[in-house]
T-cell receptor, first 108, second 117 residues
């Protein structure tokens, strides 16, 4: 299973763009990259998923370089409600391994 | 989007009793369901994977006789914590996958907070 490495914590201010980078050096050919958000005492919530290049949805963008050994989650104009733990996972829906995640704190 | 529910959301029990947690996929058929455990300030740890109609596959270090998993239908999986002890107090989260293509996501339930006194 591919291991992921993320910053333990990040601080940002309201209205700023936040980029969280995840390293996954031994990602397998068949692995997808998925990001989840988790609030305290809640289950993780799917944010975005990609295989290569760039993916964008209504809440975030995911940038994946050609070698796929890293990925960057971009959250545009964060608000206080975006304070949460963000997990980067690689694998398939049949097998996900959660790393330590990144605690994002958005300050007023 | 796909919705997964868990019941109960919170349970408190005495040491030595058994507790059953239900996980339901409300608007899709879940060929595979997963059970995770999360201790305070820690990440999710996969406990077991279950496919409908088959025995669950447990992760290393998880006692299958203590954490009984039943996946009797495509919309329901149950986790029973037998003879619960205070060290079993944790946040239990289930997820479900429709299966098929490798990029299918897991849909997570809201979690169940178990407190063993």
């Amino acid at each position: 299973l591919a291991k992921t490495t993320q910053p333990i914590s990040m601080d940002s201010y309201e209205g700023q763009e936040v980029n969280i980078t995840c390293s996954h050096n031994n990602i397998a050919t068949n692995d997808y990259i998925t990001w989840y958000q988790q609030f305290p005492s809640q289950g993780p919530r799917f944010i975005i998923q990609g295989y290569k290049t760039k993916v964008t949805n209504e809440v975030a963008s995911l940038f994946i370089p050609a070698d796929r050994k890293s990925s960057t989650l971009s959250l545009p104009r964060v608000s206080l409600s975006d304070t949460a733990v963000y997990y980067c996972l690689v694998g398939s829906a049949r097998q996900l391994t959660f790393g330590s995640g990144t605690q994002l704190t958005v300050l007023p | 989007g796909a919705v997964v529910s868990q019941h109960p959301s919170r349970v408190i029990c005495k040491s030595g009793t058994s507790v059953k947690i239900e996980c339901r996929s409300l608007d899709f058929q879940a060929t595979t369901m997963f059970w995770y455990r999360q201790f305070p300030k820690q990440s999710l740890m996969l406990m077991a994977t279950s496919n409908e109609g088959s025995k669950a596959t447990y992760e290393q270090g998880v006692e299958k006789d203590k954490f009984l998993i039943n996946h009797a239908s495509l919309t329901l999986s149950t986790l029973t914590v037998t003879s619960a002890h205070p060290e079993d107090s944790s946040f239990y989260i289930c997820s479900a996958s429709e299966g098929g293509g490798r990029q299918n996501e897991q849909f997570f339930g809201p979690g169940t907070r178990l407190t063993v006194l």
